[in-house]
């Protein structure tokens, strides 16, 4: 039995991609292991988005090095946004590894895999913009089999300027809305009970597809499929962010009223800089616009911390930004450098030493403003999609004591015990306490 291992480094679309690998492995014949030691052929898939995924990376592929000087047969893979920017570049610093291929060339696993066997030697091959792809049609391995990612559209045209996804990505690229429909029948037909629709930029979803379709009447035509309870989607670009959406979010049940919706910061002198087409008080507008329509949204948020140019005040008004948004939860990244972007090459980077400091600042801001809404929520009675549960009594051999773990609609996580034959239900769940990270309930009847 020859076994393979797939790590994934990065964001939702590589953990969607690597379930794509998955499936294609086993189909080639591989067993599927979540023990890397005893793998055959260990695939590697890489995140570019910021210096610190790619150290991982290229630290993970090092100790590699180790392993297969002690086991000669095996064979390691690389692939993701890394993979496409480097090509050949990675055996030249990784002469260990047998296989490199693009964000484009994933359905080519089986034939790039069998080329490497039956050559002996090592296998290169990145697809670009201009060749024919095609993504989407294979066996996926999901990992979660009541929650599943589905890809609506990739690539994007925006180019911020410290973002490397229009260069590891290509430009932007709609999935037709039939195959789309048809692989949510087929996952609602599988007993899964919640989608959430990926692309890095959802709100442009339709545009170049031959026939008339946006992202708010994609939504309406999912809410309608049967067995289907929750809907959500990520990433969202502010400046795409309409009311037509919001109407649609508002219209269809099955929609939760989470949204992720990128900040990056709250200077109108850096988003310029950064190329985001929108000012702060534009995404505050919008921030509005959805409150009006639902009151009970929750946003959570990305923002950027010493973006080359940010000064103190810049500073000051994304911590302004924050406090009048009130946002669930915030990711928080430092700036840093990135091959072919833009900002790259901008003079006046902010030193790690300041970055650190104004990251720390801006946590401690978000910690509590998370603690809060969390607590705000003690009381209330929330729908809890129930997608886990550990026994109490060690062995469950009772039935009966489970830690059940589910999220709401505003995707927070909710601990509770219950029978385990709720895993996989929506119940409502009284909510006793909260954490800064998540919180406790009891299920109602
Ligand atoms: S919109 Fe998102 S994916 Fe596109 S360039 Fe900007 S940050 Fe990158």
């Given at each position: ?178 195959e789309i429909l048809a692989e949510i029948r087929d996952l609602a037909a599988n007993g899964y009970k919640e989608v959430t629709l990926l692309g890095h930029n959802v709100n442009s979803y339709g545009r170049g597809l031959d026939q008339e379709i946006n992202f708010p009447a994609l939504l309406r035509a999912i809410d ?40 990056q910061s709250g200077s109108d002198k850096i988003l310029k800089s950064m190329n985001r087409n929108y000012t702060a008080a534009e995404y505050i507008d919008k921030v509005n616009m959805l409150r009006a329509k639902i009151p009970q949204a929750g946003i959570t948020s990305d923002v950027i911390v010493g973006f080359p ?137």
């Amino acid at each position: 039995m020859v076994k393979a291992y797939v790590k994934t480094f990065g964001c939702q679309m590589n953990e969607h991609d690597s379930e794509r690998m998955r499936g294609l492995l086993h189909k080639v014949g591989y067993t599927l292991t979540p023990d890397e030691a005893e793998a055959d052929f260990i695939l590697i898939n890489t995140c570019s988005i910021r210096e610190k995924a790619e150290q991982k990376a290229f630290s993970h592929l090092g100790r590699l090095k180790l392993r297969k000087a002690k086991k000669p047969g095996l064979r390691i893979g690389v692939c993701g946004c890394i993979a496409q920017r480097e090509g050949e570049r990675i055996i030249r610093r990784a002469p260990h590894v047998d296989l490199v291929f693009g964000t484009k060339n994933i359905h080519r696993l089986p034939q790039l895999i069998e080329k490497m066997i039956k050559t002996k030697r090592r296998v290169i091959e990145i697809y670009d913009d201009r060749e024919r792809w095609q993504q989407f049609g294979c066996e996926i391995e999901r990992d979660n089999p009541i929650r599943a990612w589905v890809t609506i559209m990739q690539g994007c045209n925006n180019y911020c300027t410290y973002c490397v996804v229009p260069y590891v990505r290509g430009s932007e690229w709609s999935r037709p809305a039939q195959e789309i429909l048809a692989e949510i029948r087929d996952l609602a037909a599988n007993g899964y009970k919640e989608v959430t629709l990926l692309g890095h930029n959802v709100n442009s979803y339709g545009r170049g597809l031959d026939q008339e379709i946006n992202f708010p009447a994609l939504l309406r035509a999912i809410d309608q499929i049967e067995g289907i309870e929750r809907i959500r989607f990520t990433t969202s670009h502010p400046k795409d962010f309409s009311e037509e959406l919001v109407e649609a979010i508002a219209d269809c049940p099955k929609v939760c009223e989470h949204i992720h919706l990128p900040f990056q910061s709250g200077s109108d002198k850096i988003l310029k800089s950064m190329n985001r087409n929108y000012t702060a008080a534009e995404y505050i507008d919008k921030v509005n616009m959805l409150r009006a329509k639902i009151p009970q949204a929750g946003i959570t948020s990305d923002v950027i911390v010493g973006f080359p140019t940010e000064e103190e005040a810049d500073f000051q008004q994304t911590l302004r930004l924050i406090e009048e948004v009130q946002f669930e939860g915030l990711f928080t990244f430092l700036y840093s450098r990135r091959p072919q972007t833009a900002a790259g090459n901008f003079a006046q980077q902010v030193p790690n030493s300041i970055k650190q400091k104004r990251f720390e600042i801006l946590l401690e801001i978000q910690n509590r403003i998370s603690s809060e809404r969390n607590e705000s929520l003690v009381g209330t009675q929330q729908e809890v999609l129930i997608e886990e549960g550990k026994a109490l009594d060690g062995d469950g051999t009772s039935g009966r004591e489970y830690l059940l773990r589910g999220r709401t609609r505003l995707n927070k996580i909710v601990e509770f015990t219950g029978p385990p034959d709720q895993i996989g239900k929506l119940r409502q769940v009284k909510i006793t306490k909260a954490n800064r990270f998540n919180l406790e309930g009891i299920m109602l009847p």
